[in-house]
């Protein structure tokens, strides 16, 4: 079975770092776009950052330049790299994958169970 595992999160100070993993625990033929989504109670659910296969990446317009979404060559992960984090920032961070599990056949979505960061003094 297929599953984005999350690692990261927590509480950080306003101007901290904050490092978010997902890694994908099964077996899939590779990810065509991986990356986080984020979602504050009430509010819709935000594009953070996506990377594509290739290396393309994506990031929403709040976080530009502070954050940085990163592939792990070694084993199908991605990483988010969060500076100079902001209250605003505050949120559930769930990681996103289009994933492909055979060669051939049509990718798939599947979403982690989300981690809490939390922007405060």
């Known amino acids: 079975q297929v599953q984005l595992v999350e690692s990261g999160g927590g509480l950080v100070q306003p101007g901290g770092s904050l490092r978010l993993s997902c890694e994908v625990s099964?077996?899939?033929?590779?990810?065509?776009?991986m990356g986080w989504y984020r979602q504050v109670p009430g509010n819709q659910r935000e594009l953070v950052a996506v990377?594509?296969?290739?290396?393309?990446?994506v990031y929403g317009d709040s976080v530009k330049g502070r954050f940085a979404i990163s592939r792990d060559n070694a084993k199908i992960a991605v990483h988010l790299q969060m500076n100079r984090l902001k209250p605003e920032d505050t949120a559930v961070y769930s990681c996103?994958?289009?994933?492909?599990?055979?060669?051939?056949?049509?990718?798939?979505?599947?979403w982690g169970q989300g981690t809490q960061v939390t922007v405060s003094s």
């Open positions: 990377i594509n296969s290739s290396g393309v990446t």
């Open positions: 099964g077996r899939i033929f590779g990810f065509v776009t």
């Open positions: 996103y994958g289009s994933l492909r599990k055979y060669a051939g056949r049509p990718s798939a979505e599947y």
